[in-house]
T-cell receptor
Framework: ETGVTQSPTHLIKTRGQQVTLRCSSQ?????VSWYQQALGQGPQFIFQ???????GRGNFPPRFSGLQFPNYSSELNVNALELDDSALYLC????????????FGPGTRLTVL | SQQGEEDPQALSIQEGENATMNCSYK?????LQWYRQNSGRGLVHLIL?????REKHSGRLRVTLDTSKKSSSLLITASRAADTASYFC??????????????FGKGTLLTVNP
C-alpha cells in the first residue's frame, strides 16, 4: 500500500455531465500528478500540481482541470464528459516536482454512458 | 518527453521460470523506472535505475540499463503466480523541460501459470 487514496472507486456518469475525482497524497508529499489510463493502454499524463500551482500539463483539453489544497490533497474535475473519457484515473504523489519515485493510488474507474 | 516501448507485449510462463522484459527509449535519460500494475489497479513502483548505473537488484528483480543501446531489461527470477501483472517502464529525460512527468508505453502483460 502506498498511502495514496482515491475516491470514489467507481463512478458512472452520462455524456455532458461533470465529475470530480479526489485524491489524498501520501504524508510528506507536496506534488500530485493525475493520469488517465484507457483500457489496454499505459497511463497518460494529464497534469501535475506542486505547492498548489499547476506545474505542467499533458495533451488534454481545458475541460480537464484540477486543484491542490494546502494539505496537498487534490481534485480532478472533468466538464462536459465525453464517451472517450471512460477510463481509469490515477493520481500519484511525490516529493518535489522532479520525476523520481511516484506513489500511485488505486484509481477511480469512470464510465461515461 | 519520451515514451518507453516495452517488449514483448505479452509473456506467458510457468511458475518457477524466469521472466525477462525489455524497454527501449530514444533520447538521453536521467533515470528509468519500472512499475507493476495488477489488473485494473494502481501502479506500484518496483525499481529506479539512474543513468550512471548499469545494474540494480531488489529481491527477485534485476534491472539492467545500457545507455549506449538506449535499452533496459527487467528480470524476474523464480516467478510466482502473484507476479501476474502488467509491467511498465518510464524513462525520464535528461533535459529540464519535462522531467516532472512519467511517460508510459503499453506495457508487457506477464502471465505466470501455476
Amino acid at each position: 500500500e502506498t498511502g495514496v487514496t482515491q475516491s470514489p472507486t467507481h463512478l458512472i456518469k452520462t455524456r455532458g455531465q461533470q465529475v470530480t475525482l479526489r485524491c489524498s497524497s501520501q504524508s510528506g508529499h507536496n506534488t500530485v500528478s493525475w493520469y488517465q489510463q484507457a483500457l489496454g493502454q499505459g497511463p497518460q499524463f494529464i497534469f501535475q500540481y506542486y505547492r498548489e500551482e499547476e506545474n505542467g500539463r499533458g495533451n488534454f483539453p481545458p475541460r480537464f482541470s484540477g486543484l491542490q489544497f494546502p494539505n496537498y490533497s487534490s481534485e480532478l474535475n472533468v466538464n462536459a464528459l465525453e464517451l472517450d473519457d471512460s477510463a481509469l484515473y490515477l493520481c500519484a504523489s511525490g516529493r518535489g516536482f522532479k520525476t523520481d519515485t511516484q506513489y500511485f493510488g488505486p484509481g477511480t474507474r469512470l464510465t461515461v454512458l | 518527453s519520451q515514451q518507453g516501448e516495452e517488449d514483448p507485449q505479452a509473456l506467458s510462463i510457468q511458475e518457477g521460470e524466469n521472466a525477462t522484459m525489455n524497454c527501449s527509449y530514444k533520447t538521453s535519460i536521467n533515470n528509468l523506472q519500472w512499475y507493476r500494475q495488477n489488473s485494473g489497479r494502481g501502479l506500484v513502483h518496483l525499481i529506479l535505475i539512474r543513468s550512471n548505473e548499469r545494474e540494480k537488484h531488489s529481491g527477485r528483480l534485476r534491472v539492467t540499463l545500457d545507455t549506449s543501446k538506449k535499452s533496459s531489461s527487467l528480470l524476474i527470477t523464480a516467478s510466482r503466480a502473484a507476479d501476474t501483472a502488467s509491467y511498465f517502464c518510464a524513462p525520464t529525460e535528461n533535459s529540464g523541460g519535462s522531467n516532472y512527468k512519467l511517460t508510459f508505453g503499453k506495457g508487457t502483460l506477464l502471465t505466470v501459470n501455476p
